[in-house]
């Protein structure tokens, strides 16, 4: 069976450095921070005091006033990236287009857990009333029902859930979507990754595993990876969404195209419930297995946007990785981590570190990894790879690989490369 080709046709995002594509990507090209002190609840005990939220959102611009009570934060965010995404790709206005064959996969590693606090902790601080939950609870709470949203919204009828695979739950979506194009099954998929876990129990959760940077008097420096003084990650939320498309329907209808898609691959580490294997032989075998899927050779990547947390052992693990599956082309390329801007979205890190790659095989330009001070080297780190520190580089490139790793062991890798017809 010839496996047919998988294209990008809409790009949407709602990120803590941008509440659409153009401004995120304009964001990260200039290194700009995401994070700042927590607004979304008082913090003030907390270890943890800051975040990356996303700013200025009111979802009653972008969604029906009585439909946004019945959505959960990360559900808004994640329609109003899919919006965005649809608009831009047009497929559902097409008159081509088969509704009956589109799906929806939209990912979160944790779902509503702002909507799981309110209607729980309501009933543990007046316990005498008894069990007072709102009918919408459950479809709030949920992690699929972004995508059954997006689903009803835009009258898509084909295959439509979530994947969760905690961090990596965004990239094995994107991943599933084009398996189910390539393979026939569907003409096109609207799939990304949405999260809000910018919460008491999501940060006090996080905090309790000493996971969470801690530097609460300078939030914009806190996340620095694979800098020696990187003491945790910085949590994030928003949505990233991507319309992926069979290449001949897309061509078909005159649709303009970002990028293609060439590869997917997971690996599971069998390590550790939330630590990465420290030699890296998870992310090793999901390198391997993205590359093969897609049939190219390392020295065909110019630049990987790395899971790179800012955790103490996460990073190192990383870099060693790349090094053994990349060779001496390890040297050659480009890498950073968005997540030095963006902070780590969790659920969502994979469909937005998808699109940066995507933008940056089609604007060859790679963003940077901010935050990193002349010095401040870890010794198990190699610098002499290009982690792109602080500035973005112009380059040519054909290829772009993103790796996402979650709690659990969960790997996944895609591989996006320029489109040639």
């Not at 309110?118 to 459950?138: A, D, K, N, T």
């Not at 859930?161 to 569907?186: E, H, P, Q, W, Y």
């Not at 809000?196 to 996971?211: C, D, I, K, P, W």
Request: glycine content about 12%.
């Amino acid at each position: 069976m010839e496996l047919k080709r998988v294209v990008v046709t809409g790009l949407g995002a709602i990120t803590p450095v941008g509440n659409d594509v153009k401004t995120t990507w304009d964001s990260l090209i200039k290194g700009v921070s995401g994070a700042g002190p927590i607004t979304l609840f008082d913090a003030s005990k907390f270890k943890t005091r800051f975040a990356c939220e996303v700013k200025n959102f009111d979802p009653n611009e972008h969604i029906d006033r009585k439909e946004a009570r019945k959505m959960d934060r990360y559900t808004q965010l994640a329609v109003v990236a899919a919006k965005e995404a649809i608009e831009d790709s047009g497929i559902a206005a097409s008159a081509t287009t088969d509704k009956d064959r589109v799906g929806v996969v939209i990912s979160s590693g944790i779902g509503g857990i702002g909507t799981f606090e309110q209607e729980v902790g309501s009933y543990f601080l007046h316990p005498e009333m008894g069990p007072r939950l709102s009918p919408f609870f459950i479809p709030k709470m949920i992690g699929d029902i972004a995508a059954g949203q997006i689903s009803i919204l835009y009258g898509l009828r084909g295959p439509n859930f979530g994947t969760v695979s905690a961090c990596a739950s965004s990239t094995n979506g994107a991943i599933t979507a084009f398996d189910m194009i390539r393979l026939g099954k569907v003409d096109a998929v609207v799939t990304g990754g949405a999260e809000a876990a910018v919460t008491v129990s999501g940060v006090g959760g996080f905090n309790a595993m000493n996971a969470l940077s801690t530097r609460n008097e300078s939030p914009a420096t806190a996340s620095r990876p694979f800098s020696a003084s990187r003491d945790g990650f910085v949590i994030g939320e928003g949505s990233a969404v991507m319309v992926l498309e069979e290449m001949e329907h897309a061509l078909a209808r005159g649709a303009k195209i970002y990028a293609e898609i060439a590869g997917g691959g997971a690996s599971g580490d069998a390590y550790h419930l939330t630590a990465s294997h420290p030699e890296g032989l998870g992310a090793m075998l999901v390198m391997k297995n993205a590359l093969l899927d897609a049939n190219m050779s390392p020295s065909e990547i110019g630049y990987i946007n790395v899971h790179g947390t800012s955790t103490p052992v996460g990073d190192p693990s990383e870099a060693k990785a790349i090094k053994e599956i990349f060779g001496e082309h390890a040297y050659k390329l480009n890498i950073s981590s968005t997540k030095s801007m963006t902070g780590h979205m969790l659920g969502a890190a994979g469909a937005v570190e998808t699109m940066a790659c995507i933008l940056a095989v089609q604007n060859n330009i790679i963003p940077p990894t901010i935050n990193h001070e002349p010095g401040d080297n870890d010794p198990e780190i190699d610098y002499n790879l290009n982690f792109t520190f602080n500035n973005a580089e112009k380059r040519e490139i054909s290829a772009a690989l993103s790796n996402t790793f979650g709690f659990g062991g969960h790997n996944a890798c895609i591989i996006v490369k320029k489109f040639v017809r």
